[in-house]
């Protein structure tokens, strides 16, 4: 299915019924868009008219290409009933979209209310589902200390970061990059934590322009 | 006596520790070269425990050894790079580190060996009891065997009848433990002295120990395995394609079998994209597509990949695969599936 057909869907059959998301191409998002990007994202399949959607939350401040599920699931998999997979025919579109806007108030809703806020993200980035090994949730949850002022939290994810990654040999290229640019945090917040925070501003830009989104950027606190 | 009753016990408790290991040790690593039709790496189960039990006589008086050690083995056969006993349709190791005769064979040598450990005790120390003592000893080495004799018999014959019998012989184990349980709070109730309320107490654990591996195995012989499940499901799926070749044949086939995974539940989730050790979306550039992901996405355990024609599972595939499976989770099996074997 292609990025316009998603984006035609969810405006005719999800949009009307959620009032503060909006739509661009496959992605369904709550305004308005600060720091982070919490919604649904529609995911094409080797079938011409069958998708998934996935709930996620996507830190907007960490340098990314496009969309990753370092926090979210498919729908469908949050309360393991199904495998979550649509396939629309002629005349089942109606059916099909209730059935997915169902599976967002009983499952996406789950995940998306637990991050509200960046001081709600920096709490519940780190949970019992995220895999330990990876370095995505701390450094996810260092740079939202940062934003947030929590020197001490920071910290401490940083150094969880350079746990995780401690064996240079088993790193994969990606790996190093994240190291590189967590150093660089750290090494500028012991400095100036403005200056943290403005390098963070940028990355959040860069990766809105990435996700095609810089239009819906809102203003942050404080900025004229 | 004593002396050799805690031999045994020690024995029993190491064995008891080896099985539980065995099937807590995740993930683990097998790179299939579908070429050779040989796993590239060692099975992790290669290196392991070994238990060499002997027969000797001291005074007249016959002694039971069983030597424990670490040590390069055949655990699964001669060819190092043997899985699963070359049956993946009847047996399921994600792991890689056991199979059910495994199970079978370790949770009856330890549960044997228990209650053998037990009724000789009895026998020496506690005459009154022995009438107790030999029943527990005769019902446990008789569970030593049966469990052995099956679980041999599943291994070598590999079927599904060897499967239901598998199943079987694990119900003695979750009908035996509990009497086992029984018999060392009796013990505990009884005891008379600090050092036998505290061996009271180790019979204790190794019961409780004994339940819980009982369910272990019960729980992995009872689960079908997962190739032997989507091999099935790739049948099907080239059944209803139909017959054909080339790069259509082979979107269409592989749609039908997503179709058909997903009606599979059990932690199958087909058609998931990874980017740089994280789940992405389809399409990403430079992100690789699998076509079965067993377990959570975030954290595998098994991918399958299916193949049909003449294309194969690269060891080159395999290792781009890996490049971008979430940290901790690059070395879980990486299978090809085929539904026209």
Redesign the interface.
Known sequence: MTDRRFESLARKHLLPKMPDFCVSR?LLFVLPLHYIIRGY?F?????PN?F?V?AFVQPLFVPD??????IG??LG?ILGQ??G?W?LTADNEEVVMADVWGYMQREGRIILDKFQSLRAFAKNAINR????????PPEMVAYAAVLLGDVRLARKMFDRLEW?LRDQNDR?P??NDILKRARLVRETLERDRGEAVGIMNKWREETAANLKLTRFLAPLPGSS | MKFMHRNLRFLTIASVLAFLLAGSVTPASAIYNPHTGRWMQRDPNGVGVVLQPSLSYEARNPVITVSLAYELQYADGMNFYEYLRSDAVNHNDPSGMFTYSDVLITAGLAGGLYGLASSYAHFSDRGSNWKLAASFGMGAGMGTFTAMGFGLLSGAFASAAGVSIGVASTSIGLMTTPALFGKAMYDYQSAETYADRLMAQIDVGLAVSGMVASHVALFKVANPGTVSVLEKVAARALRRVGIGKGPVYG?RA??QF??E??G??KQ????V?Y???????????GSIRVDVVEG????PIAIYDLKTGGSKLTPARITEIR?HL????KDIPITEIRGDR
């Open positions: 496959y994202c995911e094409g399949s080797s079938d069958g998934y996935w290409r496009g969309v990753s599920f370092v699931n498919r998999l199904t495998c997979a396939s589902r995220t895999n330990p090994h990876s370095p995505y995780t994969e990606y790996e | 979107t592989h749609t997503a179709n995974v997903r599979l539940g199958l989730t087909p058609e994209s980017y740089g050790g994280r789940p992405s979306r389809y399409g990403l550039k959570p996405i975030e954290r490049s979430p940290r901790g989770y």
